[in-house]
């Protein structure tokens, strides 16, 4: 193996875990030392599954299993499909036209001739966007379909399609119990994880928070309310602004929204533009990938919102917690999975219900302190890479006859 050494090295999770929990996972990694795993998805920022994918397939590494990570290509239509797919999965209507399938099933096609699959012993392919890429194979090691998105109300038209080739995997990997699907194949649930040691993630002094900041000229004077996403429609974000306006006759704060856009969701552009015409006094729209300006954002917030309506899991939510920031989140998906409502955050179910925590939480410091502690801890117990990693370890030898 190439040495690793510029990294984080997996050691420094003992702090957190503890020696005997990495002991463990060595223990476990070391009858499959070498390995050969490959991962597949569709973009290198923007999104949860590439935050994770980045530290997770390291950690792989560090622990012997030979890890790549590999990104399909493919133009802006095959996204608009893909896209499209992803939002009827998590329940929107879809179009489904035979020549957005020839686009989709084109795109795979040539991005399995040039993949080379075979030369691995595990396949990860994760969402969506590269499921088909199982047809141009005759398998000769087990592939795992790890999907992350909200699978609790998908359009039936489009899983009539799908499910097909998810039953050719041989296993399928979802983030909560009520995603499972009909499937013949075995299914399992692995909860996302955050890398505490990355920059968005990392300990930051006072001063190098308020410099990001300052660069982006946010001011510091009020509160903050944060919310840290896409502009996608599922996040909300016109909810979010509508709760703070709402609050504001009680309270008063800066609400700042923080979006990126992933290269595998051109809608997002769209959206951001839409919301632009809103931006007022103590309303921010920042579209910027600055990953520290994240990490600044979470840990200044008095309250972070994740006010989404559909979410696979919610990165951010254990994101903002781990900073002991407590989080508002839309009680949908992946996010009560993370809150427990009134202990450490709030979940609502509409717009009225977030400002009136929003309130809540503002006029009272003590809560927000009591709510942060919590918060952290249950990351710690629960949302840490090294718990991820060792379900893949599990997943992986599970195959091993
Ligand atoms: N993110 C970011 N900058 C932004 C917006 C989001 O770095 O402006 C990151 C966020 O910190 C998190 C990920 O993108 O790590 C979003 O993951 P999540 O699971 O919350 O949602 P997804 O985008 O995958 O639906």
């Given at each position: 193996?190439?040495?690793?050494?510029?990294?984080?090295?997996?050691?420094?999770?003992?702090?957190?875990?503890?020696?005997?929990?990495?002991?463990?996972?060595?223990?476990?990694?070391?009858?499959?030392?070498?390995?050969?795993?490959?991962?597949?998805?569709?973009?290198?920022?923007?999104?949860?599954?590439?935050?994770?994918?980045?530290?997770?397939?390291?950690?792989?590494n560090q622990v012997g299993i030979e890890t790549e990570w590999h990104l399909l290509q493919g133009e802006l239509d095959f996204f608009s499909v893909t896209k499209k797919m992803h939002n009827a999965l998590q329940g929107a209507e879809i179009h489904q036209t035979q020549r957005k399938m020839q686009i989709y099933e084109e795109v795979l096609r040539k991005n399995a001739a040039r993949m080379h699959l075979n030369r691995f012993d595990r396949v990860v392919v994760h969402d969506p966007q590269p499921l088909f890429l199982i047809n141009h194979y005759t398998k000769n090691c087990p592939w795992i379909w790890?999907?992350?998105i909200d699978l609790s109300r998908p359009n039936p038209t489009l899983?009539?399609?799908?499910?097909?080739?998810?039953?050719?995997?041989?296993?399928?990997?979802?983030?909560?119990?009520?995603?499972?699907?009909?499937?013949?194949?075995?299914?399992?649930?692995?909860?996302?994880?955050?890398?505490?040691f990355s920059i968005?993630?990392?300990?930051?002094?006072?001063?190098?928070?308020?410099?990001?900041?300052?660069?982006?000229?946010?001011?510091?004077?009020?509160?903050?309310?944060?919310?840290?996403?896409?502009?996608?429609i599922w996040k909300d974000p016109q909810g979010v602004i509508d709760a703070f306006k709402i609050a504001r006759r009680q309270v008063n704060a800066t609400l700042v929204l923080l979006g990126n856009v992933a290269t595998d969701d051109p809608e997002g552009p769209a959206?951001?533009?839409?919301?632009?015409?809103?931006?007022?006094?103590?309303?921010?729209?920042?579209?910027?990938?600055?990953?520290?300006?994240?990490?600044?954002?979470?840990?200044?917030?008095?309250?972070?919102?994740?006010?989404?309506?559909?979410e696979g899991f919610g990165l951010t939510v254990t994101e903002a917690m781990w900073k002991g920031t407590p989080v508002i989140g839309g009680n949908v998906g992946g996010i009560p999975l993370q809150i427990e409502d009134g202990v450490n955050g709030f979940l609502v179910s509409d717009v009225e219900e977030a400002a009136d925590r929003i309130v809540r939480l503002l006029k009272d410091?003590?809560?927000?302190?009591?709510?942060?502690?919590?918060?952290?801890?249950t990351v710690i117990e629960k949302f840490l890479l090294t718990r991820l990693l060792e379900q893949y370890i599990d997943l992986f030898r599970a195959f091993e006859t």
């Amino acid at each position: 193996m190439e040495r690793l050494g510029v990294m984080t090295p997996i050691e420094k999770y003992a702090d957190l875990i503890g020696q005997a929990a990495l002991d463990r996972i060595f223990a476990k990694a070391r009858p499959i030392f070498g390995m050969r795993v490959v991962h597949i998805n569709s973009t290198y920022n923007g999104g949860g599954v590439a935050e994770m994918l980045d530290p997770l397939s390291i950690l792989m590494n560090q622990v012997g299993i030979e890890t790549e990570w590999h990104l399909l290509q493919g133009e802006l239509d095959f996204f608009s499909v893909t896209k499209k797919m992803h939002n009827a999965l998590q329940g929107a209507e879809i179009h489904q036209t035979q020549r957005k399938m020839q686009i989709y099933e084109e795109v795979l096609r040539k991005n399995a001739a040039r993949m080379h699959l075979n030369r691995f012993d595990r396949v990860v392919v994760h969402d969506p966007q590269p499921l088909f890429l199982i047809n141009h194979y005759t398998k000769n090691c087990p592939w795992i379909w790890r999907c992350h998105i909200d699978l609790s109300r998908p359009n039936p038209t489009l899983m009539n399609y799908l499910m097909p080739v998810m039953d050719k995997y041989d296993a399928v990997v979802v983030s909560a119990e009520q995603y499972k699907q009909r499937l013949q194949v075995p299914q399992r649930i692995f909860m996302p994880a955050i890398n505490p040691f990355s920059i968005k993630n990392k300990e930051l002094t006072e001063d190098e928070v308020d410099e990001r900041l300052w660069h982006y000229g946010i001011p510091t004077d009020l509160p903050l309310v944060v919310q840290v996403s896409r502009f996608d429609i599922w996040k909300d974000p016109q909810g979010v602004i509508d709760a703070f306006k709402i609050a504001r006759r009680q309270v008063n704060a800066t609400l700042v929204l923080l979006g990126n856009v992933a290269t595998d969701d051109p809608e997002g552009p769209a959206i951001y533009k839409s919301l632009l015409d809103q931006q007022e006094d103590r309303i921010i729209l920042i579209s910027k990938d600055d990953t520290c300006l994240v990490n600044a954002l979470q840990r200044k917030a008095a309250v972070v919102l994740q006010k989404s309506l559909r979410e696979g899991f919610g990165l951010t939510v254990t994101e903002a917690m781990w900073k002991g920031t407590p989080v508002i989140g839309g009680n949908v998906g992946g996010i009560p999975l993370q809150i427990e409502d009134g202990v450490n955050g709030f979940l609502v179910s509409d717009v009225e219900e977030a400002a009136d925590r929003i309130v809540r939480l503002l006029k009272d410091r003590r809560l927000r302190e009591r709510m942060g502690r919590h918060a952290r801890q249950t990351v710690i117990e629960k949302f840490l890479l090294t718990r991820l990693l060792e379900q893949y370890i599990d997943l992986f030898r599970a195959f091993e006859t």
